[in-house]
C-alpha cells in the first residue's frame, strides 16, 4: 500500500492535481465518485495496478489531504494545533493512529496527558513524543520546541518486560545507572580509540561524550534483543547528550555517524516513515563523517584494510537505508543503484557458518570471530592471528596509558572546585615531565598556555622562576587531621597524601580516600567499620541517655591495625562516621550500577561493527521486489 501511495502522491504532483478541490471534492456534497473513478483509470493504466485498488489509494490520500486542511482551518480559528499520532508497539506494528489537539504555547507535559488520556493511561509520564528526531521535552512549550500544526508524531509506550518492568522504569534506571559509572572518575569506564589509547577530553565533554556513548550502547543492547523501541529512545537520550559536544569534535568521530545510523535503523524496524525528513538528515550527517574519516568513496578504509574489512558492513547498511529512503522518495533509479550497491558488499560480507563455528568451538567468541573472518578473507588461520595480534596491541596500548589515566586521576581530584575550567591535558603533563621538569611547574604552565604544548614549553625554558611564584605554597597535612583519618581506619600513607593533595579539606579528602580503594570488597570494609563505629555511638548515646550519673564520652576502638581511637560520643565526630559510612555506601552503589550497566554489553572491543547481516538481507531482498512493481 505504501508503495501505491508514494507513486500515487507523485504522479499527482506532477499533474497538478488536488484532490481535495473540485472536480474531485465539492464543499457540502463531498467526494465526486465519478471523478475520481475517472481518474483512477487513467492512473490505473499508468502504474500497471487495478483500478479497483488505485481509486481506494486516491481516497485514502483524499481524506488525508481533507484532514489536514480540516486542522489548518481550526489552528486559524482557535488556535489549536493537530497532531498526527502513530504509536507503536515494540515490534514495530502499529497499536494507535489518533489526532490530539494541543495550543502551541502549552508545555510538552500537556500533549503528553492528552495523548495518555487519548490511550487511557494513567501515568503520562510514559507517554514518550517523537518529533523530527527529538524528544518532545516536558517542562518547554511545543513552539519552543519548533512543534507546528498538522505535525507528524511518533509516540511510543512500553509494554512490561518478562519481569513485569515498564519500559519507562527500564530506561530511567539505566539513565541513573550510566550517569553513577561515568561520574566514577574513570574508574569504570574511559575514553580509548579504536586501538585502545586512553583519549583526554576536557571534563565537560568527556563527560558529555561517555555519556552519549554508554547510553549508545545500552540502546545497542536492547536492539539485539529486538527492543527496537527501547533502542530508539536510548540513542535519542544519547543523541542529546552528544550535542553537548563541540560540533567540530562531533564532525571527526565515528561515534557520532553511527549513532545517526542506528537511529534510522530503528525507524525502520518499527515501521516509521512518518520521521522519514529526519532520516534522510541523520543519513546524510553518517555519510559525511564517514566520508571524513574513510575518504572519499571510502577510498581510504579500503586501500588500508582491504574491500572485505568488518567498517564495510557500516557502509553497506548505510547503502541500505540510503536506498530505502530513496524508495520512499519515489526516486526508483537511484534507490535501485543504492540498494544494488549494498547486495554487492553483502554478499562479500558473508561468512561461512563452517568456519564461524569451528572458530567459536576453538573458544572465541562469536562476534570476534565473524569481525576476524570478514579481516581475514574467510581463512580460518589468518583469523585466529587476528583475533591474536588485536588482542596484544589493545593489552599494549592500555598497558603503555596506565601512567597517563593515573596522573589524569589525580588532576582530577585536584581541580574539584573549579568544573575543570583549569583542566591540563594528562598526556601533555606526562611528555613535560619527561623532558625533566616537575609535575607542578608543568601543569602551571599548561594552565596558562591553555594546553599548547609548545608555548608551555617555553615558559618553563625561560620563565621558570615566574611559574614558581604562581604556585600555591604547599601545605603539609595537618597532624589532627590525619589522626582522624588514621581513626577512620586509612594507611598513614594514603592519608597523607589525600591532605596533601586537597590541601587539608577534610571532607575531599574521605572522598579521595574512598575512590582510590581498589575493589569493592575494600569498599565494604570500610561499610563494616562505620557501621560498627555507628552503633557503638548509638549505643552509647541511648546507654547515656538511660544513667543519669556517667557523662564521660564513650569511645570506640575501630577494627584495624591502627592504633588510633575515634571518639563517637562527640556530635560532630558520629556525624563524621555517618557522612564517611553514607559516602562508602555511595560508592558502593557505583560497582552495582556498573554490573546493572555492563550484564548486557558484550566483551567485544569492535561489537559495534558485528553486524549478523540477517535483517539487512531481508530488508534487502524485500525492498529489490518493491522496486520490481
Sequence with gaps: MENKLVQLRIRLQERGVKLWE??????DLGSSDSAVELLAQELSRELHITVVSCKNSLLELQEHSLRKLAARREFDDTGLATFHV??????????????????????????????????????????????????????????????????????????????????????????????????????????EDQDGNVMFLPPHENRALLMGMSLGEKARAAMRRGHYDEALLLFLE???????????FLDYVDNYALLNLDIVWCYLCLKNITQLPDAQRRLDVCERILQ??????????????????????LIMRLQLLQGVILFHQNQRVEARARLEAAGTALAELKVN?????????????????????RSSNGSVEQAVQFIQQRRQRLQAARANSDSERQLSRRLAQMQLDNDGRDWVHPRSVCRLMDLGYEQQLVVEALRRTENDLARSLELLQ?????????????????????????????????ARAALEITCNNLDRAIDFLLKSLATEEELNSVVERMSAVDNAATAAATGAASTSSSNAPATSALPNSSSEQLSV?????????????????????????????????????????????????????????????
Design 22 to 27: 473540485s472536480p474531485y471534492y465539492v464543499e
Design 86 to 191: 502513530r504509536c507503536v508497539d515494540n515490534q514495530g506494528g502499529t497499536a494507535h493512529t489518533l489526532e490530539v489537539k494541543c495550543a502551541l504555547g502549552e508545555l510538552g507535559s500537556n500533549l503528553q496527558r492528552k495523548i495518555a488520556d487519548k490511550l487511557q493511561l494513567s501515568e503520562a509520564d510514559h507517554v514518550k513524543c517523537i518529533s523530527a528526531g527529538r524528544m518532545v521535552v516536558p517542562q518547554a512549550t511545543l513552539k519552543s520546541q519548533g512543534l507546528k500544526n498538522n505535525q507528524q508524531l511518533l509516540v511510543i509506550v512500553g509494554q512490561p518486560d518478562a519481569r513485569g518492568e515498564a519500559l519507562y522504569e527500564r530506561i530511567r534506571q539505566i539513565q541513573r545507572d550510566v550517569e553513577v559509572v561515568v561520574d566514577s572518575d574513570h574508574r569504570f569506564v574511559d575514553l
Design 238 to 248: 544519547a543523541d542529546e547528550k552528544f550535542n553537548n559536544c563541540d560540533s567540530k
Design 292 to 313: 571524513r574519516s574513510y575518504g572519499e568513496n571510502f577510498s581510504r578504509l579500503y586501500a588500508l584494510k582491504g574491500s572485505s574489512c568488518p567498517e564495510r558492513a
Design 353 to 373: 557458518s563452517e568456519q564461524l563455528e569451528l572458530l567459536v568451538e576453538m573458544g572465541f567468541d562469536a562476534s570476534a570471530a565473524r569481525l576476524a573472518l
Design 462 to 494: 625561560y620563565h621558570s622562576s615566574e611559574l614558581r611564584q604562581g604556585l600555591p605554597d604547599s601545605q603539609a597535612a595537618d597532624e589532627q587531621m590525619l589522626g582522624t583519618l588514621r581513626g577512620l581506619g586509612f594507611k598513614l600513607p594514603a
Design 569 to 629: 560520643g562527640t556530635p560532630s565526630k558520629v556525624a563524621l562516621v555517618k557522612s564517611v559510612l553514607n559516602k562508602a555506601k555511595t560508592e558502593l552503589e557505583t560497582y552495582r550500577a556498573y554490573r546493572r550497566f555492563n550484564e548486557d554489553i558484550p566483551d567485544v572491543d569492535q561489537d559495534y561493527l558485528d553486524l549478523p547481516l540477517e535483517q539487512e538481507e531481508q530488508l534487502l531482498n524485500e525492498y529489490t521486489q518493491l522496486l520490481e512493481h
